[in-house]
Protein backbone atom coordinates (compact mmCIF):
# COMPACT_ATOMS: atom_id res chain seq x y z
CA UNK A 1 0.00 0.00 0.00
CA UNK A 2 3.02 2.48 0.52
CA UNK A 3 3.91 2.87 -3.24
CA UNK A 4 0.17 4.21 -4.11
CA UNK A 5 1.37 7.21 -2.59
CA UNK A 6 3.31 8.60 -4.89
CA UNK A 7 1.57 7.43 -7.64
CA UNK A 8 0.55 10.20 -9.91
CA UNK A 9 0.25 12.64 -6.64
CA UNK A 10 1.72 16.05 -7.63
CA UNK A 11 3.95 17.16 -4.46
CA UNK A 12 3.96 13.45 -3.72
CA UNK A 13 7.25 11.09 -3.40
CA UNK A 14 8.85 9.48 -6.47
CA UNK A 15 10.95 6.44 -6.15
CA UNK A 16 14.05 8.44 -6.70
CA UNK A 17 13.10 10.35 -3.35
CA UNK A 18 12.96 6.68 -2.01
CA UNK A 19 15.96 5.24 -3.38
CA UNK A 20 18.03 8.53 -2.08
CA UNK A 21 16.58 6.73 1.24
CA UNK A 22 17.74 3.33 1.23
CA UNK A 23 21.07 3.13 1.74
CA UNK A 24 20.26 4.97 5.72
CA UNK A 25 17.54 3.15 5.70
CA UNK A 26 19.12 -0.62 5.37
CA UNK A 27 21.77 0.82 7.92
CA UNK A 28 18.88 1.97 10.73
CA UNK A 29 17.51 -2.34 9.82
CA UNK A 30 21.07 -3.17 10.92
CA UNK A 31 20.82 -0.82 14.03
CA UNK A 32 17.62 -2.71 14.92
CA UNK A 33 18.91 -6.53 13.91
CA UNK A 34 21.96 -6.03 16.38
CA UNK A 35 19.26 -4.46 19.28
CA UNK A 36 16.96 -6.81 18.98
CA UNK A 37 19.79 -9.36 19.36
CA UNK A 38 21.35 -7.36 22.38
CA UNK A 39 17.87 -7.43 23.98
CA UNK A 40 17.50 -3.54 24.11
CA UNK A 41 14.17 -3.51 22.15
CA UNK A 42 11.71 -4.35 24.99
CA UNK A 43 8.73 -3.72 22.83
CA UNK A 44 9.85 -6.47 21.06
CA UNK A 45 10.89 -9.15 23.24
CA UNK A 46 7.69 -8.60 25.04
CA UNK A 47 5.36 -9.83 22.77
CA UNK A 48 7.64 -12.85 23.09
CA UNK A 49 7.45 -13.60 26.38
CA UNK A 50 4.65 -16.17 27.37
CA UNK A 51 5.15 -15.57 30.73
CA UNK A 52 3.10 -12.33 31.11
CA UNK A 53 0.36 -13.56 29.80
CA UNK A 54 0.09 -15.91 31.96
CA UNK A 55 0.70 -14.04 34.50
CA UNK A 56 -2.14 -11.68 33.55
CA UNK A 57 -4.58 -14.11 32.58
CA UNK A 58 -3.90 -15.19 36.52
CA UNK A 59 -4.84 -12.24 37.75
CA UNK A 60 -8.04 -11.94 35.70
CA UNK A 61 -8.79 -15.21 36.86
CA UNK A 62 -8.42 -14.25 40.24
CA UNK A 63 -11.59 -11.61 39.85
CA UNK A 64 -13.68 -14.15 37.97
CA UNK A 65 -16.97 -14.30 39.54
CA UNK A 66 -16.61 -11.18 41.96
CA UNK A 67 -19.00 -9.01 41.83
CA UNK A 68 -17.91 -6.50 40.12
CA UNK A 69 -19.19 -2.97 38.50
CA UNK A 70 -16.46 -1.25 37.34
CA UNK A 71 -13.11 -1.57 35.99
CA UNK A 72 -11.03 1.71 36.48
CA UNK A 73 -7.65 2.35 34.88
CA UNK A 74 -5.79 4.59 36.86
CA UNK A 75 -2.65 5.92 35.09
CA UNK A 76 -1.87 8.54 32.49
CA UNK A 77 0.02 8.81 29.10
CA UNK A 78 1.27 5.75 28.02
CA UNK A 79 0.03 4.00 31.06
CA UNK A 80 -3.96 4.69 29.93
CA UNK A 81 -3.59 5.25 26.02
CA UNK A 82 -3.01 1.86 25.15
CA UNK A 83 -6.37 0.21 27.52
CA UNK A 84 -8.16 2.44 26.19
CA UNK A 85 -7.34 1.78 22.46
CA UNK A 86 -7.89 -1.57 23.10
CA UNK A 87 -11.43 -1.09 25.05
CA UNK A 88 -12.67 1.45 22.06
CA UNK A 89 -11.45 -0.89 19.71
CA UNK A 90 -13.21 -4.16 20.56
CA UNK A 91 -16.38 -3.27 22.80
CA UNK A 92 -19.15 -1.07 21.44
CA UNK A 93 -19.04 2.44 22.15
CA UNK A 94 -22.38 1.95 24.17
CA UNK A 95 -20.82 -1.09 26.51
CA UNK A 96 -20.86 0.60 29.45
CA UNK A 97 -24.77 1.73 29.63
CA UNK A 98 -25.63 -1.83 28.98
CA UNK A 99 -22.85 -4.28 30.03
CA UNK A 100 -21.10 -5.03 33.78
CA UNK A 101 -18.57 -4.58 34.56
CA UNK A 102 -18.27 -1.16 32.88
CA UNK A 103 -14.59 0.29 32.03
CA UNK A 104 -13.42 3.78 32.62
CA UNK A 105 -10.18 4.77 32.32
CA UNK A 106 -9.54 8.26 34.49
CA UNK A 107 -5.87 9.07 32.77
CA UNK A 108 -6.73 13.02 33.95
CA UNK A 109 -6.39 14.84 36.81
CA UNK A 110 -9.54 17.21 36.60
CA UNK A 111 -10.71 17.36 39.91
CA UNK A 112 -14.36 18.07 38.86
CA UNK A 113 -14.30 14.79 36.97
CA UNK A 114 -12.99 12.96 39.70
CA UNK A 115 -14.84 13.67 42.29
CA UNK A 116 -17.91 13.33 40.23
CA UNK A 117 -16.91 9.90 39.21
CA UNK A 118 -16.20 9.00 43.04
CA UNK A 119 -19.87 10.60 43.52
CA UNK A 120 -20.86 7.91 41.24
CA UNK A 121 -18.77 5.09 42.08
CA UNK A 122 -19.56 2.46 44.43
CA UNK A 123 -16.45 1.25 45.86
CA UNK A 124 -17.15 -2.16 47.30
CA UNK A 125 -18.33 -3.17 43.19
CA UNK A 126 -15.03 -1.88 42.02
CA UNK A 127 -11.30 -2.77 40.91
CA UNK A 128 -8.66 -0.30 40.61
CA UNK A 129 -5.98 -1.40 38.09
CA UNK A 130 -2.95 1.66 38.94
CA UNK A 131 -0.63 1.83 36.15
CA UNK A 132 2.87 3.74 36.28
CA UNK A 133 5.72 2.37 35.09
CA UNK A 134 7.99 4.49 37.21
CA UNK A 135 5.34 4.04 40.22
CA UNK A 136 5.72 7.84 41.34
CA UNK A 137 3.68 9.86 38.46
CA UNK A 138 2.07 12.62 40.59
CA UNK A 139 -1.39 12.48 38.79
CA UNK A 140 -1.79 8.57 39.38
CA UNK A 141 0.00 8.99 42.82
CA UNK A 142 -2.86 11.51 43.75
CA UNK A 143 -5.88 9.58 42.39
CA UNK A 144 -4.38 6.23 43.95
CA UNK A 145 -4.35 7.59 47.24
CA UNK A 146 -7.87 9.24 46.91
CA UNK A 147 -9.53 5.82 46.47
CA UNK A 148 -7.16 3.93 48.55
CA UNK A 149 -8.15 6.17 51.71
CA UNK A 150 -11.62 5.83 50.71
CA UNK A 151 -11.48 1.75 49.94
CA UNK A 152 -9.81 1.87 53.29
CA UNK A 153 -12.15 3.59 55.57
CA UNK A 154 -15.03 2.17 53.55
CA UNK A 155 -13.92 -1.34 53.69
CA UNK A 156 -11.39 -1.80 55.86
CA UNK A 157 -7.41 -2.47 55.31
CA UNK A 158 -8.50 -6.09 54.84
CA UNK A 159 -10.61 -5.14 51.73
CA UNK A 160 -7.49 -3.81 49.55
CA UNK A 161 -6.55 -6.81 48.07
CA UNK A 162 -9.80 -7.29 46.24
CA UNK A 163 -10.20 -3.74 45.15
CA UNK A 164 -6.47 -2.94 43.78
CA UNK A 165 -4.38 -4.28 40.90
CA UNK A 166 -0.76 -2.87 40.50
CA UNK A 167 1.11 -2.83 37.15
CA UNK A 168 4.64 -1.31 37.91
CA UNK A 169 8.27 -1.81 37.82
CA UNK A 170 9.57 -4.94 39.51
CA UNK A 171 11.94 -3.17 41.64
CA UNK A 172 11.47 1.03 41.83
CA UNK A 173 8.99 3.21 42.58
CA UNK A 174 6.65 3.88 45.72
CA UNK A 175 3.71 1.93 44.15
CA UNK A 176 6.18 -1.39 44.21
CA UNK A 177 6.81 -0.36 48.33
CA UNK A 178 3.04 -0.11 48.34
CA UNK A 179 2.70 -3.61 46.99
CA UNK A 180 5.44 -5.16 48.91
CA UNK A 181 3.87 -3.85 52.15
CA UNK A 182 0.11 -4.42 51.13
CA UNK A 183 0.39 -7.90 49.54
CA UNK A 184 -1.96 -6.68 46.84
CA UNK A 185 -1.53 -8.08 43.51
CA UNK A 186 0.44 -7.42 40.89
CA UNK A 187 2.58 -7.57 37.35
CA UNK A 188 5.60 -6.12 36.43
CA UNK A 189 6.62 -3.81 33.74
CA UNK A 190 10.05 -4.66 32.19
CA UNK A 191 12.45 -2.10 33.51
CA UNK A 192 13.62 -1.41 29.34
CA UNK A 193 9.89 -0.97 28.23
CA UNK A 194 9.11 2.72 27.85
CA UNK A 195 5.19 3.55 28.18
CA UNK A 196 4.21 4.35 24.93
CA UNK A 197 5.64 1.33 23.63
CA UNK A 198 3.96 -0.75 27.03
CA UNK A 199 0.51 -1.66 24.69
CA UNK A 200 1.31 -5.26 24.81
CA UNK A 201 2.54 -5.41 28.08
CA UNK A 202 0.39 -6.03 31.63
CA UNK A 203 0.11 -2.19 30.96
CA UNK A 204 -2.62 -3.14 28.04
CA UNK A 205 -2.96 -6.73 28.88
CA UNK A 206 -3.89 -6.43 32.32
CA UNK A 207 -7.15 -4.11 32.13
CA UNK A 208 -7.88 -5.86 28.56
CA UNK A 209 -8.08 -9.40 30.53
CA UNK A 210 -10.32 -8.16 33.38
CA UNK A 211 -12.69 -7.54 30.03
CA UNK A 212 -12.43 -10.94 28.93
CA UNK A 213 -10.69 -9.85 25.83
CA UNK A 214 -8.82 -12.09 23.89
CA UNK A 215 -4.86 -11.18 24.58
CA UNK A 216 -3.90 -14.18 23.11
CA UNK A 217 -5.24 -13.14 19.84
CA UNK A 218 -4.36 -9.76 20.71
CA UNK A 219 -0.35 -10.85 20.84
CA UNK A 220 -0.81 -13.26 18.51
CA UNK A 221 -1.68 -10.63 15.73
CA UNK A 222 1.46 -8.60 17.28
CA UNK A 223 3.87 -11.51 16.53
CA UNK A 224 2.31 -11.70 12.98
CA UNK A 225 3.27 -8.49 12.20
CA UNK A 226 6.65 -8.87 13.75
CA UNK A 227 7.21 -11.73 11.23
CA UNK A 228 6.34 -9.19 8.72
CA UNK A 229 8.86 -6.89 9.64
CA UNK A 230 11.47 -8.89 10.00
CA UNK A 231 12.68 -8.68 6.37
CA UNK A 232 15.56 -6.30 5.41
CA UNK A 233 14.10 -4.67 2.07
CA UNK A 234 13.12 -1.85 2.75
CA UNK A 235 9.81 -1.59 0.12
CA UNK A 236 8.43 -5.23 1.46
CA UNK A 237 8.37 -4.20 4.88
CA UNK A 238 5.63 -2.79 6.40
CA UNK A 239 6.51 -0.59 9.27
CA UNK A 240 9.82 0.56 7.61
CA UNK A 241 8.26 1.06 3.67
CA UNK A 242 5.33 3.39 5.57
CA UNK A 243 7.90 4.87 8.11
CA UNK A 244 10.22 6.06 5.12
CA UNK A 245 7.70 7.97 3.12
CA UNK A 246 6.73 9.67 6.22
CA UNK A 247 10.15 10.96 7.25
CA UNK A 248 10.77 11.93 3.37
CA UNK A 249 7.49 13.37 3.51
CA UNK A 250 8.89 16.01 6.80
CA UNK A 251 12.44 16.14 6.05
CA UNK A 252 12.14 16.27 2.51
CA UNK A 253 8.67 17.56 1.06
CA UNK A 254 7.74 19.78 3.83
CA UNK A 255 5.15 18.19 5.68
CA UNK A 256 6.14 17.80 8.91
CA UNK A 257 1.85 17.36 10.14
CA UNK A 258 1.01 14.11 10.13
CA UNK A 259 -2.63 13.55 9.75
CA UNK A 260 -4.06 9.47 10.89
CA UNK A 261 -7.97 9.86 10.10
CA UNK A 262 -9.77 6.94 11.61
CA UNK A 263 -12.59 6.11 9.77
CA UNK A 264 -14.02 4.20 12.32
CA UNK A 265 -15.29 5.18 15.66
CA UNK A 266 -13.36 2.28 17.35
CA UNK A 267 -10.22 3.19 16.15
CA UNK A 268 -10.07 6.83 17.26
CA UNK A 269 -8.82 5.75 20.62
CA UNK A 270 -5.78 4.11 18.34
CA UNK A 271 -5.55 7.27 16.58
CA UNK A 272 -5.06 8.97 20.39
CA UNK A 273 -2.70 6.50 21.16
CA UNK A 274 -0.61 6.51 17.80
CA UNK A 275 -0.28 10.27 18.18
CA UNK A 276 1.01 9.76 21.75
CA UNK A 277 3.74 7.29 20.34
CA UNK A 278 4.95 9.41 17.75
CA UNK A 279 5.30 13.01 19.35
CA UNK A 280 7.06 11.46 22.48
CA UNK A 281 9.13 9.45 20.44
CA UNK A 282 10.30 11.63 17.37
CA UNK A 283 9.92 15.26 19.14
CA UNK A 284 13.29 15.89 20.12
CA UNK A 285 16.16 18.67 19.92
CA UNK A 286 19.85 17.09 19.00
CA UNK A 287 22.32 19.24 19.03
CA UNK A 288 20.43 22.24 17.58
CA UNK A 289 18.47 20.35 15.10
CA UNK A 290 14.72 20.10 15.83
CA UNK A 291 13.19 16.93 14.82
CA UNK A 292 9.36 15.51 15.02
CA UNK A 293 6.19 15.32 12.65
CA UNK A 294 2.94 16.97 14.64
CA UNK A 295 0.96 13.94 14.67
CA UNK A 296 -3.34 14.90 14.61
CA UNK A 297 -6.00 12.47 15.06
CA UNK A 298 -9.06 13.22 13.09
CA UNK A 299 -12.18 11.01 12.69
CA UNK A 300 -13.95 9.82 9.51
CA UNK A 301 -16.45 10.74 8.25
CA UNK A 302 -17.23 13.94 11.36
CA UNK A 303 -14.10 15.78 10.46
CA UNK A 304 -14.74 15.77 6.35
CA UNK A 305 -16.99 18.64 7.64
CA UNK A 306 -14.87 19.87 10.04
CA UNK A 307 -11.14 19.09 8.90
CA UNK A 308 -11.22 18.11 5.17
CA UNK A 309 -11.53 22.05 3.72
CA UNK A 310 -7.92 23.01 5.69
CA UNK A 311 -6.45 19.30 4.53
CA UNK A 312 -7.28 20.16 1.05
CA UNK A 313 -6.80 23.27 0.37
CA UNK A 314 -5.00 25.01 2.99
CA UNK A 315 -1.35 24.58 3.38
CA UNK A 316 0.30 21.85 1.92
CA UNK A 317 1.95 20.24 4.63
CA UNK A 318 0.44 17.41 5.65
CA UNK A 319 0.63 13.42 5.01
CA UNK A 320 -2.43 11.77 5.92
CA UNK A 321 -2.93 7.89 6.74
CA UNK A 322 -6.93 6.77 6.65
CA UNK A 323 -6.89 3.96 9.02
CA UNK A 324 -10.14 2.34 6.77
CA UNK A 325 -12.08 -0.38 8.16
CA UNK A 326 -13.29 -3.16 5.19
CA UNK A 327 -15.92 -4.85 7.17
CA UNK A 328 -17.86 -4.55 10.18
CA UNK A 329 -19.57 -6.98 12.47
CA UNK A 330 -22.75 -5.04 12.13
CA UNK A 331 -24.37 -2.92 9.32
CA UNK A 332 -27.59 -0.89 8.67
CA UNK A 333 -29.25 -0.90 5.57
CA UNK A 334 -30.84 2.20 4.32
CA UNK A 335 -34.72 1.84 3.44
CA UNK A 336 -36.05 3.55 0.18
CA UNK A 337 -37.15 7.25 0.61
CA UNK A 338 -40.72 6.76 -0.75
CA UNK A 339 -42.60 9.89 0.02
CA UNK A 340 -42.44 12.31 -3.13
CA UNK A 341 -40.94 14.73 -1.14
CA UNK A 342 -37.88 12.74 -0.72
CA UNK A 343 -37.37 12.02 -4.20
CA UNK A 344 -33.71 13.68 -3.92
CA UNK A 345 -32.74 10.90 -0.98
CA UNK A 346 -33.81 8.40 -3.46
CA UNK A 347 -29.87 7.35 -4.30
CA UNK A 348 -29.14 6.27 -0.70
CA UNK A 349 -32.29 4.17 -0.27
CA UNK A 350 -31.11 0.05 -0.91
CA UNK A 351 -28.00 0.83 0.06
CA UNK A 352 -26.31 -0.09 3.21
CA UNK A 353 -24.62 2.72 5.63
CA UNK A 354 -21.64 1.14 5.68
CA UNK A 355 -21.29 1.96 1.88
CA UNK A 356 -21.89 5.14 2.22
CA UNK A 357 -19.28 5.72 4.85
CA UNK A 358 -16.76 4.02 2.82
CA UNK A 359 -18.09 5.99 -0.47
CA UNK A 360 -17.18 8.92 1.76
CA UNK A 361 -13.67 7.65 2.89
CA UNK A 362 -12.97 7.07 -1.10
CA UNK A 363 -14.57 10.50 -1.72
CA UNK A 364 -12.29 12.09 0.90
CA UNK A 365 -9.08 10.53 0.00
CA UNK A 366 -9.42 11.24 -4.28
CA UNK A 367 -10.32 14.91 -3.38
CA UNK A 368 -7.29 15.32 -1.74
CA UNK A 369 -5.18 12.95 -4.27
CA UNK A 370 -6.57 15.29 -6.82
CA UNK A 371 -5.04 18.39 -4.78
CA UNK A 372 -1.43 17.03 -4.35
CA UNK A 373 -2.33 15.84 -0.83
CA UNK A 374 -0.40 12.54 -0.44
CA UNK A 375 -2.78 10.01 1.67
CA UNK A 376 -2.09 6.72 2.34
CA UNK A 377 -4.72 3.96 3.40
CA UNK A 378 -4.24 1.37 6.06
CA UNK A 379 -6.86 -1.12 6.08
CA UNK A 380 -7.97 -3.57 8.72
CA UNK A 381 -9.90 -6.30 7.28
CA UNK A 382 -11.90 -6.12 10.40
CA UNK A 383 -10.74 -4.68 14.12
CA UNK A 384 -10.61 -7.17 16.42
CA UNK A 385 -8.07 -8.61 19.15
CA UNK A 386 -5.95 -10.41 16.43
CA UNK A 387 -5.42 -7.15 13.94
CA UNK A 388 -5.13 -4.27 16.42
CA UNK A 389 -2.15 -6.72 18.05
CA UNK A 390 -0.46 -6.33 14.62
CA UNK A 391 -1.49 -2.58 14.39
CA UNK A 392 0.17 -1.51 17.00
CA UNK A 393 3.10 -3.52 16.41
CA UNK A 394 3.39 -1.71 13.16
CA UNK A 395 3.60 1.43 14.35
CA UNK A 396 5.72 0.73 17.56
CA UNK A 397 8.46 -0.53 15.04
CA UNK A 398 8.01 2.13 12.40
CA UNK A 399 8.17 5.02 15.45
CA UNK A 400 11.47 2.87 16.48
CA UNK A 401 12.77 2.88 12.52
CA UNK A 402 11.70 6.67 11.74
CA UNK A 403 13.35 7.93 15.20
CA UNK A 404 16.68 6.57 14.38
CA UNK A 405 16.40 7.47 10.59
CA UNK A 406 15.98 11.16 12.29
CA UNK A 407 18.91 10.27 14.07
CA UNK A 408 16.85 10.81 17.60
CA UNK A 409 16.04 8.58 20.55
CA UNK A 410 13.02 7.19 20.49
CA UNK A 411 12.66 5.95 23.87
CA UNK A 412 13.83 8.86 25.91
CA UNK A 413 11.04 12.09 26.78
CA UNK A 414 13.36 14.66 28.37
CA UNK A 415 10.68 17.25 28.09
CA UNK A 416 7.91 15.11 29.76
CA UNK A 417 10.39 14.50 32.87
CA UNK A 418 11.39 17.88 33.21
CA UNK A 419 7.82 18.75 33.85
CA UNK A 420 7.21 15.79 35.93
CA UNK A 421 10.26 17.24 38.21
CA UNK A 422 9.06 20.53 37.72
CA UNK A 423 5.58 19.90 39.22
CA UNK A 424 7.49 17.60 41.95
CA UNK A 425 9.18 20.99 42.99
CA UNK A 426 6.03 23.06 42.74
CA UNK A 427 4.21 20.30 45.26
CA UNK A 428 7.34 20.08 48.04
CA UNK A 429 8.37 16.86 47.20
CA UNK A 430 11.93 16.81 48.77
CA UNK A 431 14.68 17.30 46.21
CA UNK A 432 13.24 18.90 43.67
CA UNK A 433 13.28 22.49 44.92
CA UNK A 434 15.80 23.33 42.29
CA UNK A 435 12.97 22.80 39.47
CA UNK A 436 10.81 25.99 41.03
CA UNK A 437 12.53 28.35 38.67
CA UNK A 438 9.49 31.05 37.72
CA UNK A 439 8.04 32.40 40.95
O1 LIG B 1 5.46 7.12 27.34
C1 LIG B 1 5.84 7.54 28.40
O2 LIG B 1 6.93 7.22 28.90
C2 LIG B 1 4.99 8.50 29.21
O3 LIG B 1 3.90 8.97 28.50
C3 LIG B 1 4.48 7.78 30.46
O4 LIG B 1 3.73 6.68 30.09
C4 LIG B 1 3.65 8.71 31.34
O5 LIG B 1 4.36 9.86 31.65
C5 LIG B 1 3.24 7.99 32.62
O6 LIG B 1 4.37 7.53 33.28
P1 LIG B 1 4.30 6.37 34.31
O7 LIG B 1 3.81 5.16 33.63
O8 LIG B 1 5.69 6.22 34.82
O9 LIG B 1 3.34 6.79 35.40
Known amino acids: YCRALAVGV ?99 IDPLTFSQFLDMVDLGRTVFVVISKSGTTAETLSQFLIVKERVVSLLGREALKKHFVVVTDPDKGVLRSWVRESGVLSCDIPPGLGGRFSVLSAVGLVPAALLGLDIRELREGARAMAALCETASVIENPAYCNGLYHVIADLDKGKNIHVYWAYSDSLYSFADWLRQLIAESLGKKVGEKLYGPTPVKARGVTDQHSQLQLYREGPNNKIITFIGVKSWPADVDIPPAEEESLADAGYLGGKKMGELFHAEQRATAWALAEAGRPNITLWFPQVTPYTIGQAFFLYELQTVFMGYLYGVNPFDQPGVELSKKMTYGLMGRKGFEEFVRYL
Open 10 to 108: QDGIADEDVERWLPEARKVHERILKERESGLLAFWDIIEDEKVEERVLEIAEHFKGRLVDNIVVLGIGGSALGAQALFDALVSPFYNLTTRPRFFVLDN
